[in-house]
């Protein structure tokens, strides 16, 4: 026991001064003791998620001769295959609830809707940004802010595919 405490106190002098506690803080600026995953719905993650107005999108590919069918069932999946947990809870249980009785034109425009970045959607939906004008006015925001609300208190699950 002996032989062991002199090996400690003999590396503990002789350590390189690199070693010294007071070199070794380690995240002591307000950057690394920021949250690397903030929550959403926090500010920090609003700030994080703004998409830039003069990014440039990629453009939807054209599907001219889809039928209404196929259309559905393409909607169904981009609802529930997003990225984000978040959008794809929400999107998936709207379209769940909301596709079989939508007509062509809605369709449509819930295609477009779905061209847009998940946490725009997402926060337009739940009123934590204002949506721009193409969509501030539609029908088909209005049904998901309602969807989003959930003022049944429904337990939602993501469908099955």
Same mark, same amino acid.
């Not at 600026?29 to 920021?34: E, S, Y």
């Not at 819930?110 to 939906?125: F, G, Q, S, V």
């Given at each position: 026991?002996? +032989?062991?405490?002199?090996?400690?106190?003999? &590396?503990?002098?002789?350590?390189?001064?690199?070693?010294?506690?007071?070199?070794?803080?380690?995240?002591?600026?307000?950057?690394? #003791? &920021? $949250?690397?995953?903030?929550?959403?719905? /926090?500010?920090?993650?609003? &700030?994080? +998620?703004?998409?830039?107005? =003069? @990014?440039?999108?990629?453009?939807? #590919?054209?599907?001219?001769?889809?039928?209404?069918?196929? *259309?559905?069932?393409?909607?169904?999946?981009?609802?529930?295959?997003?990225?984000? *947990?978040? /959008? $794809?809870?929400? #999107? /998936?249980?709207?379209?769940? =609830?909301?596709?079989?009785?939508?007509?062509?034109?809605?369709?449509?425009?819930?295609?477009?809707? #779905? $061209? @847009?970045? =998940?946490? =725009?959607?997402?926060?337009?939906?739940?009123?934590?940004? +204002?949506?721009? $004008?193409?969509?501030?006015?539609?029908?088909?925001?209005?049904?998901?802010?309602?969807?989003?609300?959930?003022?049944?208190?429904?337990?939602?699950?993501?469908?099955?595919?």
């Amino acid at each position: 026991m002996a +032989t062991i405490l002199r090996f400690v106190s003999r &590396a503990r002098r002789t350590a390189p001064s690199s070693f010294a506690p007071s070199r070794c803080s380690i995240f002591t600026t307000a950057h690394r #003791l &920021a $949250d690397p995953w903030p929550l959403p719905g /926090s500010p920090e993650h609003l &700030a994080s +998620t703004e998409t830039p107005s =003069d @990014e440039a999108r990629i453009q939807p #590919l054209e599907r001219p001769n889809e039928s209404l069918g196929t *259309l559905r069932a393409r909607l169904v999946y981009q609802s529930r295959k997003r990225g984000t *947990l978040e /959008s $794809d809870l929400l #999107l /998936s249980t709207f379209a769940r =609830d909301n596709l079989k009785n939508m007509s062509e034109e809605e369709l449509k425009q819930y295609d477009k809707l #779905l $061209d @847009e970045p =998940d946490w =725009d959607i997402y926060y337009w939906a739940t009123g934590k940004r +204002t949506p721009p $004008d193409r969509w501030a006015s539609t029908a088909l925001l209005e049904k998901l802010k309602v969807h989003a609300r959930n003022e049944g208190k429904v337990v939602r699950r993501m469908p099955s595919l």
